[in-house]
Nanobody, 113 residues
Framework: QVQLEESGGGLVQAGGSLRLSCAASGNTFSPTVIGWYRQAPGKQRELVASITIDGRKTYGDFVKGRFTITGDVAKVYLQMNSLKPEDTAVYYC?????????WGQGTQVTVSS
């Protein structure tokens, strides 16, 4: 069993910044990929950013240089700058371990205009 401990999130004005973090624990195998997804009301869950065990990073098309994922598969950080109201969503940490996906409980990010 893998536990994902999320922190960060909250309310910020448009143009502001937030940092999310996620720590993986509870399994003898390290995640092969860890990252963040988000889901806004009425929309599908989408990839925000992820990092692989060998350091490869992937970002959602909407990020456009505003977000940066750092860290490693044990603990990962998502720095979000130039936030927009459309970034408002629940952000979920996700880790792939031994071909299984694990999800955190989610943290709310709200960007006011």
């Amino acid at each position: 069993q893998v536990q994902l401990e999320e922190s960060g999130g909250g309310l910020v004005q448009a143009g502001g910044s937030l940092r999310l973090s996620c720590a993986a624990s509870g399994n003898t195998f390290s995640p092969t990929v860890i990252g963040w997804y988000r889901q806004a009301p009425g929309k599908q869950r989408e990839l925000v950013a992820s990092i692989t065990i060998d350091g490869r990073k992937t970002y959602g098309d909407f990020v456009k240089g505003r977000f940066t994922i750092t860290g490693d598969v044990a603990k990962v950080y998502l720095q979000m700058n130039s936030l927009k109201p459309e970034d408002t969503a629940v952000y979920y940490c996700n880790a792939e371990v031994s071909l299984r996906n694990y999800w955190g409980q989610g943290t709310q990010v709200t960007v006011s205009s």
